[in-house]
């Protein structure tokens, strides 16, 4: 009895009627004998497996287990001899089926055998660490058959022969294939390997080396990959249906090595098909199926091949884009529209046949911001593709379609190096729609300098955005102005100010102009209203950005124009005058010469000929002679005399930005030294130079010969000092 009351239950061994001698043994162990013999004849219907499993358990237990196992062994082995011999004398076409039989008997053998002697499997081969007897059965059989001599080689040969037969299309059983290599694996992860799967590839490496280079010489690149593909869904399926899995992914990789792996440069290289008239073409099929194939390859990098072709063609493309003609005028709006398509053509294909790869886009976006940056103008042109479709280009289209332009154009912007010369153009572009109120939409301008303050901070809009809060406060200026006179008109002149913020517009370089007379008392007296309402302020009239509203009779016609004030001053010469000469109009006006000739060319040699020169010609001298034009006539009542070239810089203009855009880094870069030597208190020249520019690459990529001058110039007002025993060494001065 258990505690608890519970009783405890204990199985005894069989009780032995008698001790158990060797003869005894020997007649145990024959009836044992007789018993695995019929078993392997598949006639053990009438055998008693309870005595047999006692007989063996008996043998065991009266310490004949060595008896027991050895003459299983030499039981099992003298058998699989003669399966052996029979084997080995089958006919070809019998060799297969007939090693597949043998092996299912044995198996089935092997099973029922392990059931009589289970006894000995628990304790005898324990205790005495041998093979299982499932497990030794499987030995045996690999060591007699498998690996006879006249076994051995032909089965080999024989599962080679099929499965090249297969790949040659001829239809094979599969499932006699299925039987060999599932037994391989049972007798052994090793065996399979190194009996089948090692020579298996090197067959299948020596079929794909011949097949990838005859199909190399007869096909194009698409129809060579899409045969690779086919082949490669093949061996999966082979995998499938009789080879074992844990071959996948060296069988995949043989295959891979042969048929891409080996070809890589010449298939994406090949004239008329390789990877640049697919990507010429936009075979979105072709480039994808060329990127999953040598995707597969990791060494070397097969997707390097394709970005490395890619990031090439782009490069060209791009070169002839940018690339400017001598004395050729190019058109910034078709420069970036032509940008835009290029970089819109590659994000497609990298989307719909890279599967949207990173890396790709890394590539696509490292080959545009080299070539972008060929050109010296292209912040120029980014700026004025924007101010062309903030005047009209956007006109009518979605606000889901405005943030995608607006969206691409930031892209391109991301590209440049020189930020700081496209915010110059950007600002001076602005001001010129803001004041003329021709942009379709502030919303849209808002949206755009917010995209511009998320790539660049702050400090790169904060000047835009004054811009924007100096047209709200000139309204409520205008307002009070209206309030103050009864009227906005001054002496029936309707008169209409801005007032800018120096800091937040650009700069004028212009000298300004005579008003006539009347357009300047209307200024005076504005001035006394603003000055009252805001003391110790200075107003200084901006001409070369305002515009006017002409009313205008040309013979018996009337027509309002719109025109520049310079062009206002000009015509309002001719009220009094027929004929005037260039000398007479620069004394009245006091328009500096560039500006004045620029505007007498558009007003006598464009679209709109209001006046009259003598002699004839598209350009302006200043011995010229102009005179009212009263034949002048124009089916539109209402329309506006643009300035020649007005959105195109002369070389003078140019060379005057890039001045003022060099001296606005300077400080920019000196402040970035003296944040970098306040922080490290001394450093060498060459790693100074390598965080500046690491520093400032956000807004402009600074050349290290201007560093260089900056840090000159900050030792000479002592905020830096050389060492003295090292001259390629700074320290900061406090």
Request: glycine share 6%; proline share 2%; with cysteine.
């Amino acid at each position: 009895m258990a505690a608890g009351g519970k009783t405890k239950f204990v199985i005894p061994p069989f009780r032995q009627s008698q001790a158990m001698d060797e003869e005894y043994a020997n007649r145990t162990w024959q009836t044992l004998h007789s018993a695995i013999h019929e078993i392997h004849r598949q006639n053990a219907s009438g055998l008693s497996f309870e005595e047999l499993y006692r007989n063996a358990y008996n043998m065991v237990l009266h310490k004949f287990g060595d008896k027991l196992y050895n003459g299983l062994v030499e039981t099992i082995t003298l058998h699989l001899r003669g399966v052996a011999q029979e084997v080995a004398v089958a006919a070809d076409g019998d060799f297969l089926p007939q090693l597949k039989e043998k092996w299912e008997k044995h198996r089935l053998s092997s099973i029922m055998i392990r059931d009589i002697l289970m006894y000995m499997d628990r304790t005898y081969v324990v205790a005495q660490k041998k093979v299982a007897v499932f497990e030794r059965g499987l030995q045996i059989f690999r060591d007699e058959v498998c690996r006879n001599d006249r076994i051995k080689g032909r089965l080999l040969a024989t599962v080679l022969d099929l499965i090249h037969r297969e790949r040659c299309s001829e239809t094979i059983e599969r499932g006699v294939i299925k039987t060999v290599t599932s037994m391989l694996v049972e007798l052994g992860q090793d065996v399979y390997q190194r009996d089948f799967e090692v020579p298996f590839l090197e067959a299948t490496a020596d079929f794909y080396r011949k097949e990838s280079h005859e199909c190399l010489a007869q096909n194009s690149a698409s129809e060579y990959m899409r045969k690779a593909e086919a082949r490669l869904g093949e061996e999966h399926e082979r995998v499938t249906h009789y080879l074992d899995k844990a071959s996948e992914g060296r069988l995949n990789e043989v295959v891979e090595r042969q048929l891409i792996a080996e070809h890589m440069r010449t298939l994406a290289e090949m004239e008329h098909s390789g990877v640049v008239p697919m990507l010429e073409d936009d075979r979105i099929p072709d480039l994808k199926r060329a990127y999953e194939l040598f995707g597969r390859v990791t060494s070397p990098d097969g997707l390097g091949v394709i970005r490395e072709l890619m990031s090439g063609h782009v490069k060209g493309r791009g070169q002839q884009l940018v690339a400017e003609e001598p004395g050729a005028a190019r058109d910034p709006v078709e420069f970036v529209k032509g940008l835009l398509a290029l970089r819109d053509k590659y994000q497609s294909i990298i989307q719909g046949a890279f599967s949207g790869d990173k890396t790709f886009f890394n590539a696509l976006n490292s080959t545009f911001e080299y070539f972008i940056n060929l050109n010296q103008r292209s912040p120029e042109y980014i700026s004025l593709f924007v101010d062309e479709q903030m005047r009209k280009g956007m006109r009518g289209t979605s606000e889901d379609e405005v943030e995608a332009m607006l969206d691409k154009v930031v892209m391109l912007f991301r590209y440049l190096q020189e930020k700081d010369v496209f915010e110059k153009y950007y600002k001076q572009h602005l001001a010129k729609r803001l004041l003329g109120g021709r942009s379709i939409s502030d919303d849209v301008e808002r949206s755009m300098i917010q995209k511009l303050k998320q790539e660049c901070g702050y400090q790169f809009t904060s000047k835009l955005e004054g811009m924007f809060m100096d047209m709200k406060v000139s309204a409520d200026t205008q307002d009070k102005f209206r309030a103050a006179n009864g009227s906005s008109k001054v002496e029936s002149i309707d008169l209409s100010v801005q007032v800018l913020t120096t800091g937040f517009w650009p700069t004028q370089v212009s000298g300004g102009c005579n008003l006539p007379a009347p357009v300047a008392r209307c200024c005076e007296v504005f001035r006394e209203h603003y000055l009252k309402q805001h003391s110790g302020r200075r107003l200084q009239w901006q001409t070369s950005m305002g515009n006017a509203d002409l009313k205008a009779q040309f013979g018996a016609s009337r027509h309002e124009i719109n025109v520049s004030t310079y062009m206002m001053c000009v015509l309002l010469l001719f009220n009094d005058n027929d004929r005037l000469s260039y000398a007479d109009i620069a004394r009245d006006t006091a328009i500096a010469p560039a500006e004045l000739k620029r505007t007498l060319q558009s007003l006598a040699c464009g679209k709109f000929k209001l006046l009259l020169k003598e002699p004839k010609g598209r350009e302006v001298d200043e011995s010229d002679a102009f005179s009212f034009n009263a034949s002048f006539s124009s089916k539109q009542l209402r329309f506006k005399v643009g300035t020649v070239s007005a959105q195109r810089e002369t070389e003078a203009e140019k060379h005057e930005t890039r001045q003022k855009v060099d001296e606005d880094r300077k400080p920019q870069i000196e402040a970035a030294i003296v944040r970098i030597m306040k922080s490290r208190k001394e450093m060498e020249h060459n790693a100074l130079i390598a965080d500046v520019t690491a520093q400032l690459t956000a807004r402009f990529m600074p050349h290290p010969n201007v560093i260089k001058k900056r840090i000159e110039s900050l030792i000479e007002r002592e905020f830096l000092e050389r060492d003295k025993n090292n001259w390629r060494m700074y320290k900061y001065l406090a």
